[in-house]
Each structure stands twice: as C-alpha cells, then as structure tokens.
C-alpha cells in the first residue's frame, strides 16, 4: 500500500521486538513514534501519536497480528471510521509453514525484490502443532470478525500481487487508481510439500483423520507418497 503516492502504511507498529515503520522512514532520523518502552506502557498514547505523525498524508494504516495487543486491535476493529483489511491465505498449511521457516531463518521479511528465491527451505512439521496452530488461526479469524465494524475488505494473501485485487481494495479504499508495486518478495513460491522434510511421515499422518484431508490436499504430495 506504501507504493501508492496517497498513502502512508507502516508494517508491524505493534510487534513484539521493535516498532516497524514504513521502509522509507527508518532510517529518517527525524521521524519518531518513541520509544519500544513508552509504546508497551501506554498503547493507545502510542496509537495516537501514529494518527498525530501522518506527514500530511490523508490515509494512513498499519499492519497488526495475532497476538499483538488484542484490546487494542478489538477497539480498531470496533471503530466504524477506521476501513479494516482482513488478510488471511487460503491455505492454512502454508501458513503454518512460512511460519516455521521464518522461525527457522529468523527472516520474517525478504526486501531483496530484485531476486527471486530458487531452492526452497525444508522444515520438519510436527504434526500435533500443526493441528494445534491451524485450530488456533481458525478461532482468531472466527473471533475477528465479531469485532468488525465499518467497512472491510477482504483478502487472501495468494492473490495480493494481482492487478484486478489491488485495483479493487484501492477503489474500496477510496483511492484513485494507481499500479502499485511490492516492497518484499514472496519468500517461498514453493508447493507445500517442497518444504516439508519428513514428508513421509506427515502424509501418513493426515491420511488417518477425515478433518486432516483439507490439508492432505493443500499439501498435494507427489505420486509417490500418496
């Protein structure tokens, strides 16, 4: 959204382990939200301060997640001013994997857009935690959208690089029509099963609970594990 020439979005203001602006500003020495410290004591001073430094742009937003501070994100999503983008990826194993490979990595963004990522990253999935996690994502999304008010829009994270999406969320948006252009690259274009090493054992594992076989497909193993 930060590539549109009205907006001003920041990425992930409220993650655990630092305040993360829009790319352009972090190394702007004269462009302060305070301090990791004040921002934990006191959310919702922070979130004005946020609102008060717009740099004259006329929309702003932000990127916020599970867990980041869930009172805080109900009251934006109770706000009837404030237009919500609920984003989400179709895929609930592939969720969980990008996961475990930023886990694995500790790469939680790539902004190396020039390049595109060849060889894809093996994580060993366990299949309780991922059951666990999938059940998990699906009650948070469940619980969200009984906070929503106002105007929303949704979206699935496998279609964020389409024309005819982008152009729809900025006429939803109110925005004029701009071609709008990734600050990041998609850090695994693989197919599920690239990444998982003991795929073997997890293909067993989703064959024995009919609930697993939305993931069975989503993981869409080769002949010769089926």
Known sequence: MHSHPDVLCHHELFNPSGIFTALPLRDDPQFDLGSLLARDADPAAFLEAVWRHNLGYHWLGFKITDPQQPALRKQLCQDPTIHKIVLRRRSALKAYLSRLIA????????????????????????????????????????????????????????????????????????????????????????????????????????????????LLNELNPPPAYQ
């Open 103 to 214: 886990e694995h990595t500790g790469r939680w963004e790539d902004y190396r857009t020039t390049e595109t990522a060849t060889t894809p990253i093996q994580v060993h999935v366990d299949y309780a935690r991922l059951r666990a996690a999938v059940t998990h994502n699906q009650k948070f999304y469940q619980g969200l959208e009984t906070q929503l008010a106002g105007p929303v829009t949704r979206l699935a994270y496998e279609d964020l690089l389409k024309s005819t999406t982008q152009q729809t969320l900025l006429h939803e948006l109110g925005l004029r029509p701009k071609p709008l252009h990734a600050a990041s690259r998609q850090q695994n274009p693989f197919p599920a099963h690239a990444m998982v090493s003991n795929l073997t054992t997890l293909v067993d594992q989703l064959k024995h609970d009919q609930d697993d076989l939305n």
